[in-house]
């Protein structure tokens, strides 16, 4: 049996042909998928996070698959002097920048009264400050340049809803997609777009460690929360963000694109429980509702 369609690339080959696309936290899950599949697509890239060796072992791994530039490097998005050397870092490599995906975090689970203030800094200083940091150094430098240049971020669905157990990263990602909405009206004028995708449950190591523990995994099964029955593929998320970076979605600006499958507004219905009602209990339902007049 072939791939179901969504696993597959979707754009044209050459869509990001003469791009250098910067994405935080580009080492690892999802940023990895994404850089993959723009550097399929003709883009150069930098990825930037703390850790040197997982950078370096993915640009090497991207770049003998798709013989594309991938610069690594070495910056903690929390510290605004090193978002500014990674973005002098990256012109003199490059020369220009023409996307940004602010994709670095930091979350896991736990009651918000057991957090200290330092567990709340920590998560707070990477998601919704590091994403601030490199907006405002990248969007610096391209309005005193006259680039143009598309940023995406990654944000939640609970960045809309809020969510228990998740609170640091739910109100910094609440921050960010506040940000993305704010500034594609104040920077459009300079031929700079800002979207964002809100990812439901895509498995990767970093957030299943921390947020789905192998114990609650036996206990929670995931894909019944999720109308569509199963997680999401990294390829599809790589499809909606390489469209979004891109060209293409130049008339798309402020948005958030949810890829959930249905899961938060599964959460949300208020009526959507009686889903467990079978076939023919809606019988002797319907009898009973019809009586009502
Ligand atoms: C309570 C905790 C804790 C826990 C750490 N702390 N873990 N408190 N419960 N489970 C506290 C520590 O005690 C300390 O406070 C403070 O947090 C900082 O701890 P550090 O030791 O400095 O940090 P450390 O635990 O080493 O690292 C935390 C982290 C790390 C920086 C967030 O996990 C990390 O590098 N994460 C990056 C990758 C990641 O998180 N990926 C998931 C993204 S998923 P005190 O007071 O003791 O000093 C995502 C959304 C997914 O964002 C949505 C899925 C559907
Ligand atoms: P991940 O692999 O753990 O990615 C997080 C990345 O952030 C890592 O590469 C990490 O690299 C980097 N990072 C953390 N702190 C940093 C800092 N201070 N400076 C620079 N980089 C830092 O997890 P993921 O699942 O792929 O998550 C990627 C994005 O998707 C995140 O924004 C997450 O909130 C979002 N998301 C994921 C899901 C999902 O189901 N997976 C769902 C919703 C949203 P270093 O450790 O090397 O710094």
Known sequence: MSEPIYTQPMLKEGSLNGKVILITGGGTGLGKSMGKYFSELGADLIIASRKLDVLEKTAEELTSLTKRTILPVQCDVSKYEQVEELLSTSLKKFRKVDGLVNNA??????????LSNRAFDIIVNIVL?????????FGKHWIKNKQKASVLNIVTTYATTGSAFVVPSAISKAGVLVM????AVEWAKYGIRFNA????????????????????????DLTKKIPVGRVGDHQELANLAAYLI??????????VITLDGGEWIK????????????ES??????????QAK
């Open 105 to 114: 975090a930091g979350n896991f689970i736990s009651p918000t009264e057991r």
């Open 129 to 137: 400050k590091g994403t601030y940091n490199c907006t405002l150094a």
């Open 180 to 183: 993305t909405r704010s500034l």
């Open 197 to 220: 995708i809100a990812p439901g449950a895509f498995p990767t190591k970093g957030a299943w460690d921390r947020l789905f523990p192998k114990d609650l995994q036996k206990k929670l």
């Open 246 to 255: 891109s060209d293409y979605s130049a008339f798309v600006n402020g948005e």
């Open 267 to 278: 959460g949300a219905g208020q009526f959507n429980m009686l889903e467990q009602i079978t």
């Open 281 to 290: 209990n809606w019988d002797e339902i319907e009898a009973m509702v019809r």
